[in-house]
């Protein structure tokens, strides 16, 4: 039996939000080359500053500059660095108090191993070479330069400065990824291998004779295992659509287009793709497609062998053929 396919697949996305005004002022500060903390009703000065005081609930309104350098009070070794983590080399996650500060702040110190590591030891912010109001403006901590090793707590300034409110930083995005690699079934990768053949298949269950495309390994409505394979025809009919007008990044194809779920002659299940070389106002249900697939020197082991659907020019399918697959 051939072994079952798998693949590396990324999902990704930018989260975009809004920082509010106690963030937002710790991110400008950061864009400014300056660390900036709060002051809660217990006198201790937090970094980065909450957005509401844990004892009154009030929301954050004394903001202290506090040093670039600190503390390391503990740490951890990373030996090997993973996509996203602030160095790509062999680095220490560690919580650093700042001169001024009472609560930590975790980031990573670049030091070339954890000999050089330590609890106690001193540290001061490396900035980034371009700063834009986000957490990775500070790129790391490094060891202090001896003239900091000896500094004294520096003295805890009161209000921040009148410009800090200059410019503020109102908004951040933030890239979020997850990769993995994706395992498909037996029945699975029949399809796929199909594909990747010019030939789009599916499986019957046993029991009720319904056609499943992409195949699964029972039927959804009688829990049969399938097993029986069937080559289905390229054409098929839209059964129900959607317009998709708004841009978006990532996007291949430019706004208006149509996609569908296209019901293949021989199916008893639609499945999902584009509908071009026709106008997006001019797709309906009912209407004749046919699969367009890409040369074949483009072809890999995946659904997008097929380009998108076309129309056939044939007359729309009777309702009554596909009412019960909308």
């Not at 983590?85 to 670049?110: E, I, K, M, N």
């Not at 890409?294 to 009412?323: C, L, M, Q, R, V």
Request: with cysteine; proline share 10%; aromatic share 8%.
């Amino acid at each position: 039996m051939a072994r079952t396919l798998s693949a590396p697949v990324t999902v990704a996305f930018d989260y975009t939000r809004s920082t509010g005004p106690v963030l937002g002022r710790f991110l400008t500060g950061l864009r400014d080359g300056v660390v900036v903390g709060a002051r809660t009703s217990s006198g201790t000065v937090v970094v980065p500053p909450p957005e509401y005081d844990p004892v009154t609930h009030q929301q954050t309104t004394d903001f202290v500059e506090v040093s670039p350098a600190g503390t390391v009070t503990s740490w951890s070794w990373v030996p090997e660095p993973v996509k996203g983590q602030p160095l790509d080399r062999p680095f220490a996650f560690a919580l650093v108090t700042l001169d001024g500060a009472d609560a930590p702040l975790l980031h990573a110190v670049d030091v070339a191993s954890p000999e050089e590591m330590s609890t106690g030891m001193r540290v001061q912010v490396r900035w980034a070479d371009e700063r834009v109001g986000h957490i990775t403006d500070i790129a790391c901590f490094e060891p202090a330069a001896e003239r900091d090793a000896v500094a004294t707590e520096q003295p805890r300034s009161g209000d921040m400065p009148a410009d800090a409110d200059v410019d503020p930083v109102t908004g951040i995005i933030t890239p979020v990824e997850l990769d993995y690699v994706y395992a498909a079934s037996p029945e699975e990768s029949a399809f796929y291998r199909g594909l990747a053949e010019g030939r789009i298949v599916g499986q019957r269950c046993p029991a009720c004779h319904k056609v499943y495309v992409p195949p699964r390994s029972a039927c959804p409505s009688d829990g049969q295992p399938t097993s029986e394979e069937v080559e289905l025809s390229h054409e098929g009919t839209v059964t129900t659509f959607c317009v998709v007008n708004v841009p978006f990044m990532g996007q291949k194809i430019t706004p208006p287009y149509v996609s569908a779920y296209v019901l293949l002659d021989g199916a008893d299940i639609a499945f999902l793709h584009l509908i071009l070389d026709i106008p997006a106002d001019q797709v309906r249900m009912g209407m004749r497609v046919k699969a367009v697939w890409k040369p074949e020197d483009e072809w890999g082991t995946t659904i997008e062998n097929i380009s998108h659907f076309s129309p056939t020019g044939d007359p729309d399918a009777d309702y009554e053929t596909y009412k019960n697959h909308l």
